[in-house]
């Protein structure tokens, strides 16, 4: 059974503090996603990583940091958390070679800063 | 530039009763298209998708969607709804010739009793 695992379902932070997300997939998929999911704006993509070490910036990339460091973990960084970062992260990954390859996604870490 | 739009943040049928979620897009290259469904407390899961060929593309869960390029419409439907279709939806196309998705904002539905 294929699987997505992130670190936590429920974190609850301060603002400042740096936070950090952890996803691990075990399908040896070569991309990783990091989405934010808020009501009424759908899932909008954070930074996307296509091998270790190499990242893009997604479409709202302020604020947050990643790395990626082996192939099947893709870690977010709040270097800062602040209020309107409070929100559901998804994590997601998918096989290369073919655009139309299913990305599978992990349950979830709902986000909240104090 | 690739978008999606997806009309009616929220709908309610009747159990029984045929399940529509609509689905607009536009892309720059030929798109490939997808429906996720997210139930409570999870993550999205693969509904279907449409990469090329046939346009009447079946998934899972009696679930089936029809991509017509004319109309640039992926729109989702399910002749009879089951309580256990409550969930939300999204839609989503490829962005351009990358990795990436454009997701919709999504759709929630309510199934009736």
């Known amino acids: 059974d294929v699987k997505v695992t992130q670190s936590s379902r429920y974190l609850v932070k301060r603002t400042g503090e740096k936070v950090f997300l952890e996803c691990v997939q075990d399908?040896?998929?070569?991309?990783m996603f990091w989405y934010r999911q808020d009501p009424g704006l759908g899932l909008r993509l954070i930074y996307f990583?296509?091998?270790?070490?190499?990242?893009e910036k997604g479409d709202i990339p302020e604020g947050y940091s990643v790395s990626r460091e082996k192939k099947e973990r893709f870690s977010l960084i709040l270097e800062s958390a602040s209020t309107n970062q409070t929100s559901m992260y998804l994590c997601?990954?998918?096989?290369?070679?073919?655009?139309?390859?299913?990305?599978?996604f992990g349950p979830g870490t709902r986000l909240t800063v104090l | 530039a690739q978008s999606v739009t997806q009309l009616g943040s929220h709908v309610s049928v009747s159990e029984g009763a045929l399940v529509l979620l609509r689905c607009n897009y536009s892309s720059s290259v030929p798109p490939y298209l997808f429906w996720y469904v997210q139930y409570p407390n999870q993550g999205l899961q693969l509904l279907l998708k449409?990469?090329?060929?046939?346009?009447l593309v079946k998934g899972i869960n009696g679930f089936e969607a029809e991509f017509k390029k004319s109309e640039t419409s992926f729109h989702l439907t399910k002749p009879s709804a089951h309580m256990s279709d409550a969930a939300e939806y999204f839609c989503?196309?490829?962005?351009?010739?990358?990795?990436?998705?454009?997701f919709g904002t999504g759709t929630r539905l309510k199934v009736l009793a």
């Open positions: 990583s296509y091998d270790v070490k190499m990242k």
């Open positions: 989503a196309v490829t962005k351009g010739r990358t990795y990436k998705y454009i």
């Open positions: 997601a990954s998918n096989r290369a070679g073919e655009r139309n390859n299913e990305q599978f």
């Open positions: 449409y990469t090329t060929g046939a346009t």
């Open positions: 399908m040896d998929h070569e991309n």
